[in-house]
């Protein structure tokens, strides 16, 4: 594929590739809108965009990391909630890197609640984290029955400090990279595509997915932090969409449910076209119900466009692997190059 | 060979486990938690709250039937809150301020219900997109189409009919109508799922999408089929709850999502294979809605009452567990058969 | 003295024996051949041996020291190696991150890929591959390539006990392979090769032993033994009453059902040109990955037909859907691949596995009739010499023989005339497979076109009245009658151009 339009194809057939061009696309619409129409773009503007996302895009990735693995995970929105509103009734004024550190901590430890029901009590994951959802929504209200409370400033500022969103955006596109590189990141695509096989070189399965769900239970617990400097206060419900744009942002970004595939990068760029697109709306001056349904449509859009052409992709490459001659020692080759 | 009989008896123990022994257990269950709930409450148990738990479990029951179908192949209807409301809109918006008939206002709401459910079909089984976040944003999309309908009305008032029909006060032999109807939508759902063509070949979609497809099934067919059933229970339970709650609220339908959900997890439907049962399936309904009304009544805050539930819901997974525990456990060292 | 030393292993899967007070004892330096039919156990004790499988009783010795069951990696520290018939790669995973996959090398923490290619193109050098690249995806490859990187795979780990099972069924060229085999054995280790292919056994082994439902029937000498007494002590019945013979001769008016020409599916299938006659029973030869697949699936709609044209009882048809199939014209009904997967609805029962051709039929107003349903699947079940008895029962828990007469019950249901029998005794109990050869006998006598593919060559030769030997997609042999032998087929399968000439002359 070395030609222009190969090239082009190969980036839109990819779902990572795909997700960056359908933010780029309404990122374009909505900030050349807002300066058309006087209402400013300057950099608090992004900036603000960005820490909203913030929460969202790493929550996600939680999800996604799951999913990749071949696994369900609905408990994000529990552990945000739950963080959040510890964060907001008893650590307003811990140490903040305390607070993060502890948080993650403990949405490690749910995750791991989550893992153990899953992986050594042999039950659906989607049941056991449905459940964990509902008793970690009912824990915040419990403990923060209205909203109320305050987020450790330092964390507060921190994150709307000029940068610090940037900052984190790349430093998880960079772990992403390490992650997926490493054996543990590896060994969760493998899970996820063909667990026996790994079961038969004699690598500890239930370990590595026990570990995904611990990985992705702190990073909602990281999300909760990032969530709740966001919003500087503790609400219990303030969580509950997290449930489904999570698995939204993971969808948009080219992660198929099948598991063995996916892309935080492209999660990432899920999360923030979820969030371009009521920006997107609001500029339009689409308001109410036509903001629903706008979003409900978009996103519709987004997953369908992916579907088809992964449906095109799934079509065309096996029955095109043509035979090889090895006798003659010519190479093997495949069709197309690999997308890991 | 004894050996054949002794195998012979131990599989008819275990699928009248399944389809006779679990559901008594749980409808026993359910009545159990109403009898228990005497040490939360002083006015448990009472025939009120049998009726209120069979009613509600009525709604949940419609909801969860078409969800069970759409679990039962390896999808999940997320659209339900979304469908309710349009259809709860529809029908009150028409009656009330459009000044249409109760009939047609009926037959607009179901068939906008049956329509967007099959658009669903449509999605999931020809393009293939994941059903999880197709049902999500078409539930969106129709929630603000719901919204659209009422917009800048005053709330619509529910339709009288309804409203006598299903809040209860409507009386059959004493017994408000929609306690009488669980046994109505038991005995349907139970003739469609378990007896009917179209049951089965929800069954073998479930089981296996590909030896279906390659014995002939129009597979594309039966899948939309049932995304537009679940789009139609939801329209008529959303026609049910407009007449039970009095009001076409844009909420009323998002409290029964989770619980369908879980009503078929803990009848025991394996999600994508052909296990499940409707029987189990609408007795699991009835023991959560028993244990949601027992937790009501303790007066426990809110949050208490979800963390209760959670904790019930997991337990139930657990204990029915012994089916799904044996398959998952097969499939690890390779059976040879 | 022995390296390996197996006593007693017992193995119950529900109803079914798979192993049966199997043992075995193996000396350093031996390469020992198993053989047996499908369900003799064979897999079944090299799952054990890998730890993949803890049997129900049992004892396995590696050199005096008792190995721990059902851990592969105490398997693998013991020095146990295999490489698996139903391959143990990760189709998503590279060509390198396959073979290194259990020990990946780090470099802070990251598996570079040029460190792993690297050190797999080492070892692939080292083995004698040299037409694989490391990068590639092993979902990718030919199915040739995987079976060698399987291989490889083993092979490299320089196993104390190396155990092979069916590696040759892709396999086009097997010196490479018994060239290392025979280097490992000079090494000191011991080896298991499981196999049915008797010829490579004599060429390869030193000693062999025989199984048969799940216990160990007795030992033979590769290098001296008669074909008839391993097959017969294998089966445990005479190789002469093994396959039914043809009831008739077929009409010479009779007509021609399927036909098809230059049909390409893909680059998998590269025109094939055949033709199936009422009665008849066409085979189809060769190794696996072929494209026996995509000819099978794409005359049954199951795969996308991209040339070429497909002729239903001498109509031109486009066949875009296996319903479509079962509809042109007499029927084209498809006995799939994998059982699993594809034939059985493991979580029903056989009552309604079979039935589903006939649902119409049995309902009114929508409603199934339950009784006309069992009577219909009793007749069917009974015409595929299924047990009465496992009517009620979930077809995921019968044997594999079973299940898969409840999908031929199944087919014959569906009454199409034209039947692609995908390798239908695959994992099938000896005693199954002769019900399953007396189905297709009845069901050519009744008129029906049979194409059948197999991988047991004797399959071939003992009831097909043509075969054709597909190599890369296309035909490359094609025989009838007498010409049928064990010898021609397995000639052409690998490719052999003289062979493949000289029967294409005779043909043209």
Redesign the interface.
Known sequence: MNTKFGRIRQIVTDGTGRAVIFWLILMTIWLSLQSTQGMGVDARLIQSYLVLALPLIVASIGVTLVIIMGQFDLSAAGVIAVVNVTIASTLGSWNPLLVVVLMMALGGFIGLVNGL?VIL????A???T??????????????L?QPSGKVPPFLVDGVRAPFVAVGIIVVIIIAWMLFKRSRSGLYMFAIGAD??AL?LSGLPVKKIQLKIFVIAGALYGLAGVLMSASLTSGD?NAADSFL?TT??AT?IGGT??VGGRGSAVGTLFGALTLLAIPKVLFVFGVS??????????L??LA??A???S??RKNRESMLLAPYSTPTEGEPITATKGGNA | MS??SV??AQ??RS?RMQTIYRPLILAALALFVLVAGRLVSESLPSWIAVQTVLSLGMFLAVIAFGQGLVMLTGG?D?SVPGVIALSASTVAVWVSFMDGSLFVGVLLALGVSLLFGIVNGV?VSV????A???T?????????????IT?GRKSPESPELLVTLFSGSGKLFGIGIPALLFFVVGIIGF?IQA????G??V??LG??L?????????VNFIQISIYAVSGFGSGLAGLMLVGFSGNAQLSLGTEWL?PS??AV?VGGT??G???GFWQSTITAGLMLTAITIVIQSTGV???????????V??VA??ST?SD??RR??KK?????? | MNVLEVSGLEKY????V?LDNAGISVGAGEIRAIVGEN?AGK??MV?VLSG???PDSGEVKIDGSVLELGVPKASRSAGVFTAFQ?LSLIPNLSVAENLLIAELPTRAGVVSRRAVQGKAAKILREWGVRDLDPGLMVGQLPLSAKQRLELVRTLSQNPKILILDEPTAALPDTDWLFRHVRAARDNGACVLYISHKLAEIGQLCESGTIMRNGKIVGDFSPTNFSHDEIISAMIGRSISMAFPPRVAPIPADAPVLLKTTDLTVGNRVRGVTLQVREGEIVGVAGLEGQGQRELFYGL?G?SPVTGGIIEVAGTATKIS???K??KAGPGI??V?EERK????????TSV?NIS??A??KL?VA???R?GPERKLAMEAGRDAHMPE?YL???VG????GN?QKSVLA?TNL?GAKILLMFDPTR?IDPSAKLEVYSTLRTSAANGAAVLFYSTEIPELVGLCDRVIVMYQGVAVAEFEGEQITEDAIMQTAVGNASSATAAQGEKA
């Open positions: 029901f009590g042999k039950l659906p989607i049941a056991v449905l459940a964990t959802l509902i008793i970690l929504q009912g824990l915040a209200i419990v403990i029955p667990p026996e079961h219990a489904l698995f939204a969808a198929a449910f109410d119900w036509t903001q629903k349904v706008a979003f409900g449509l996103v519709l997953v369908v992916g579907a088809f992964s449906l | 050996d054949q195998i012979e599989q008819r699928s999940l997320l999605l393009l293939k997109a994941p999880f976040i197709v999500l944003a078409m539930g969106a999309v129709l929630e603000g189409f719901s919204l659209f917009y003739i007896r009917s063509r179209f089965r070949n069954y073998l089981s296996s590909e030896a279906s497809r390659i014995a002939g099934q129009p989770m959900i879980a997890l394996i999600i294979s052909g296990r805050s809110s949050g208490w009452k979800s963390v209760l539930y959670g904790v819901v997991l997974l657990l567990r799904i525990g998952r456990r690890i060292s390779q059976d040879p058969l | 899967y529900g109803d079914s798979a369900g897999s079944t799952k993949i499988v803890t139903e049954a199951a859907n296996p319903r199939a079962l009904a498809l799939p997967r594809e034939g059985i609805f493991a979580d029903l309604t589903v051709p649902l119409k309902s929508g409603i199934i339950r008895e009620g029962r979930d828990r019968l044997s594999g299940q199944r569906t994992g």
